[in-house]
């Protein structure tokens, strides 16, 4: 079956919803999402969006925060747009129903609350309590729902994109989409295709984000011939609660924003010896100050401690936490809560311009699995549900002006028919777990040669075995799944492998230093045969382009 539309959007994520909802008022939109409308890792965020809101904040200081945690490699015209666009897209969310925590005494206009969170140097994180991305998802898709020019298409999965090759040039078609209820698969046909479909934190055996995650974006945009860049600055997010009821249950940056303390677990406190700012150090020094001390003690876990603040303070500002804790057995108010850190978000992805454009014609990306070069070598805290918003509207603006000028061409049917063979559920499930065991034990916080070299072997291995049962196999979410994970891990230990240096996220043993002479540039993958090929520039056939026909 083919169905034939304006605007393809996959993924219903902050990033799918914001752009859905825009490029509605000028064409009939499809959202194709694998799971449940709400299913995201938009809908797990809990601390909040970062903008200057505070009339004693400035965008010069946001935008520093930013350069500073992306240690030289942010790309500077994509934050300034990032920090000074950010406040009107805040407002605008506010006008779409969302309900931010309010404060009447707060000096902003806005009245917002405003929090604080590590690396940032001012309050400005604006929240819905801590459960910031689940009242953003209720919003967007509320709005969504009520539009008539979006079509809505849940538990679709989709394949792989539809590429027609024109010379050298790329152009995207649309996508191949696994309806995972009757197995059917249609082509949707589109003008124009945004990429919205999130990070890949599942390719990691402890991660933070929930089973969409499995870098299907990433992977697709690969095989169709896009440029992926920066792989290999992954998010250990220092702070998810370690208990066998709750498995990588995130405790907001934001806790520690308010006071929390950590501690080991005779009490002593660390983070003064490895950061001058101690417990509000970003991210990446807090996740590798407690793998060190975890690797030195032996111990499972250490602790954050907020024992010291009002019980009614926590109660008001972490409901979500304080409850879950207590879930099992833990009252965040008179206990220290044990944790450990998590595989969290990706700074790199599919290659964009910051109009969202990629190096395929007429496709899109957003959200967590573009990367727009805001982040650099790390992301600072909350800027990322930001990213998203920032991004969609001028995406959507910039597919309104070139979409009148595409003209659909024809597309093949999926071969359906090809896939017949029976996959047995064991095996995707013992291959989904070699290769996110591998990833976890080689590819984490501090990382060896000889570590990414026994990642490589395995993830090769498992990739080969995922192609072989995707040629012929009967499709399935937990297939199709698979084999994008198998290629993001790929993507993600080549790139670690070639940048011979440490910096932000990427910790080397084997390269402890900066090496600005040499690295400090984006890791740009792109398909070249069976293996993806490092490249140091985007070549002519590469440049951003959109309105091809
Ligand atoms: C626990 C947690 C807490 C966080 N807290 C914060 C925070 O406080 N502030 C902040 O800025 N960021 C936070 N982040 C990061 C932030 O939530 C994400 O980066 C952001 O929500 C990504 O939005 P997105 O729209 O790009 O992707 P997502 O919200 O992940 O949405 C992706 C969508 O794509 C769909 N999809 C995926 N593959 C396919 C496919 N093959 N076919 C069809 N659909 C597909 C998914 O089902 C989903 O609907 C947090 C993340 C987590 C996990």
Redesign the pocket.
């Known amino acids: 079956m083919i169905i034939d539309v304006d605007v393809l959007v ?9 752009f859905a909802l825009r490029a509605a008022q000028y064409g009939r939109v499809a959202l ?4 449940r ?14 903008a200057v809101i505070d009339p004693d904040d400035s965008f010069e200081a946001h935008i520093r925060d930013t350069l500073t945690t992306g240690v030289g490699l942010c790309h500077e015209d994509a934050v300034e747009i990032l920090v000074r666009e950010g406040p009107d897209r805040v407002r605008e969310l506010i006008e779409l129903g969302v309900r931010f925590t309010r404060n009447s005494k707060a000096k902003n206009p806005l009245h917002l609350h405003l929090g604080r ?1 590590g690396g940032h140097s001012a309050r400005r ?1 604006v ?1 819905a309590a801590d459960l ?2 689940r009242e953003i ?1 209720r919003a967007l898709v509320a709005q969504v729902k009520a539009n008539h020019d979006i079509r809505l298409f849940e538990h ?4 792989d994109l539809i590429i027609e090759r024109v010379n050298e040039k790329k152009i995207c078609r649309g ?1 191949y ?1 696994l309806d995972s209820e009757t197995g059917d698969v249609t082509a949707f046909r589109a003008k124009v295709t945004m990429l ?4 890949l ?1 599942r390719v990691y055996l402890h ?4 089973e ?3 870098g ?2 990433v992977a ?1 945009a690969y095989r169709a011939g896009a440029v992926i860049a920066n792989m290999e600055f992954i998010q250990f ?1 220092p702070t998810t609660l370690y208990h066998p009821g709750a498995r990588s ?2 405790i ?3 806790v520690r924003g308010e006071g929390g303390i950590l501690r080991l677990s005779t009490g002593e406190t660390f983070m003064e010896k490895y950061h001058e700012m101690g417990n509000l150090a970003p991210r990446d020094v807090v996740a590798r100050a407690i793998d060190a001390e975890l690797k030195k003690s032996g111990e499972e876990c250490v602790y954050l401690d907020v024992t010291h603040l009002p019980p009614d303070f926590i109660k008001e500002h972490f409901p979500h936490i304080y409850e879950t804790c207590l879930s099992v057995g833990i009252d965040i108010t008179k206990d220290w809560i044990p944790i450990v850190p998590a595989a ?2 990706a700074c790199g992805g599919v290659l964009t311009d910051t109009e969202g454009r990629t190096t395929i014609a007429n496709l899109y990306a ?5 990367c727009t070069g805001v982040h650099g070598a790390n992301r600072l ?8 918003i920032v991004f969609a509207r001028r995406a959507a603006l910039d597919a309104e002006k070139s979409i009148h000028s595409v003209v659909p061409d024809e597309v093949q049917e999926f071969p359906i028919e090809n896939h017949t063979l029976p996959v047995s559920e064991d095996e995707l499930d013992e291959l989904t777990l070699t290769l996110r065991t591998a990833m976890w034990k080689y590819v984490g916080i501090v990382r060896s040669n000889e570590r990414l070299q026994k990642a490589l072997s395995v993830i090769r291995e498992v990739k080969e075995r995922a192609e072989r049962l995707y040629e012929r196999g009967r499709l399935s979410p937990k297939l ?2 698979l084999r ?1 994970m198998a290629q993001t891990a790929e993507l993600i230990v080549l790139s670690a492998l070639w940048r011979k240096e440490s910096r932000g996220l990427h910790y080397n043993l084997d390269y402890p230093e900066t090496d600005d002479v040499n690295f400090k540039r984006d890791t740009l993958l792109v398909r070249n045969g069976p293996v993806p090929e490092q490249v140091s520039a985007l070549s002519a056939s590469e440049q951003f382009s959109v309105g091809s026909s």
């Open positions: 996959l993924g219903s994520g902050i990033a799918g919803l914001s194709v999402t694998k799971k409308d709400t299913e995201s890792n938009t809908n797990y965020a809990q601390g909040g969006v970062a969170e994180i929240h910031t991305g998802e679709d999965h989709a394949i996508a989409v919205a479909t999130g990070g934190g991660t933070t984000n929930p969409i995650a499995t299907d974006g697709m997010h249950f995130l907001s940056e934001a969290h978000y957003c959200g967590e699995v573009a805290a909350s800027n990322s549900l930001l990213e998203a199709l799944e994008n």
